[in-house]
């Protein structure tokens, strides 16, 4: 289930086969060669159970005969039977200040109800709010957890992960085969590919001659760090290679999904209008890089770049802006000099951990060498 929309996973498949979810056991190498294997549960859904809560249902009449019913959390401490009148509260949606980013607070709906904190909260018919949020708590941490695990995984091996977001028809697709076509010489590729179904885009990206593995998600609207766990110990993407993880064309719930990567690239083009920063504004304050795609097409279009490129800021002032197109060739020169720039440094983390550890092992050696010789002398 989706923490944002609610989506059932459905069935996930990786290269067109059922991954079965099921308990078993990971075996992680680090970079100086120990192992350690730990254990993994895959739950479909996710039960949870809350003592003290019960969920009932209540049906209101209107005065133009109209009945509706709406579900209702109460703590065990007030218990009450049906043929007793009881007195509570009645919430209808629960309402709360979503968080404001900089800049114009009316842009984000200053004066309007905004549900949930954070990341937009699903709301499930028959769920209260109290066991949603504990449900979007949970896996929200069990996917930081795989997370984390997808980050050692990277920095062990020195990968330079990018987790590219957007909308359906950016161009991501289109971009990405570029993007491998001009760097394939130059260092090793890989690529995940997120899509609900179909293999089209691996297809497209094995076509350039790079490894690629489609993961997909059935009903479900985002890759998670679990599903790209999965992928990558099917891919071995070798060490002081790039990874490419393209997600889901979504502009919601992969925000609220960490994979693991270095960076959320996010990209929109200039077909789907300057507003959507404000729009979407979760998925561009956890974008560290905009791509401003297809900007071959801006002299057929009444579209604002520098207004556009003012609302990413307004969301996240730090954000770096990159205006491109994937088939005339516009900015991709900075685009292929960022991503060298991030492969070279995840690799110079890499070996400065393993020339940290070979001398390590080599004082280690000498001070055992030096004991040997001590005992050697008493004896």
């Given at each position: ?101 900089s800049g114009d607070p009316v842009a984000f709906g200053h004066g ?249 092992n080599a004082e280690l050696e000498r001070e055992l060498a030096a ?9």
């Amino acid at each position: 289930m989706c923490t944002v929309c609610g989506c059932g996973s459905g069935t996930m498949t990786i290269e067109g086969h059922e991954h079965v979810e099921e308990e078993h056991t990971h075996r992680h190498r680090h970079a100086d060669g120990t192992e350690h294997s730990h254990p993994h549960t895959h739950e479909g859904e996710h039960a949870h159970s809350h003592e003290g809560l019960v969920e009932h249902s209540h049906v209101h009449r209107h005065a133009d005969g109209t009945e509706h019913s709406h579900w209702h959390t109460h703590e065990d401490d007030h218990p009450h039977g049906h043929g007793e009148p009881v007195e509570h509260e009645h919430t209808h949606g629960p309402a709360g200040d979503r968080p404001r980013y900089s800049g114009d607070p009316v842009a984000f709906g200053h004066g309007h109800a905004h549900h949930g904190h954070g990341p937009a909260h699903s709301h499930a018919p028959g769920m209260s709010r109290t066991r949603m949020v504990q449900i979007e708590q949970d896996l929200l941490a069990e996917n930081n957890r795989y997370a984390a695990a997808n980050r050692r995984y990277f920095a062990e091996r020195g990968i330079f992960a990018l987790n590219l977001v957007s909308s359906p028809g950016s161009g991501k697709t289109t971009l990405l085969v570029r993007t491998i076509e001009a760097l394939k010489g130059r260092m090793p590729i890989a690529v995940i590919e997120g899509d609900q179904q179909t293999s089209l885009d691996a297809d497209r990206i094995r076509a350039t001659g790079v490894p690629s593995l489609q993961i997909n998600t059935g009903k479900g609207c985002h890759l998670d760090a679990h599903m790209v766990g999965h992928a990558l110990e099917r891919l071995n993407p070798v060490p002081e290679s790039v990874v490419m993880i393209e997600n889901v064309g979504n502009l919601v719930c992969p925000a609220g999904f960490d994979l693991g990567e270095a960076h959320k690239v996010v990209i929109l083009s200039v077909t789907e209008g300057e507003d959507k920063p404000l729009k979407y504004p979760d998925m561009f304050h956890a974008a560290d890089l905009m791509l401003l795609n297809k900007v071959d097409l801006l002299p057929h279009l009444s579209f604002d770049v520098e207004r556009c490129i003012e609302y990413a800021r307004r969301v996240k002032p730090g954000i770096r802006v990159l205006q491109v197109s994937a088939t005339r060739g516009d900015g991709l020169d900075e685009w292929l000099a960022w991503i060298e720039e991030g492969a070279r440094a995840a690799a110079a983390v890499r070996r400065d951990t393993i020339d940290a550890l070979r001398r390590r092992n080599a004082e280690l050696e000498r001070e055992l060498a030096a004991l040997k010789a001590r005992l050697g002398e008493r004896t």
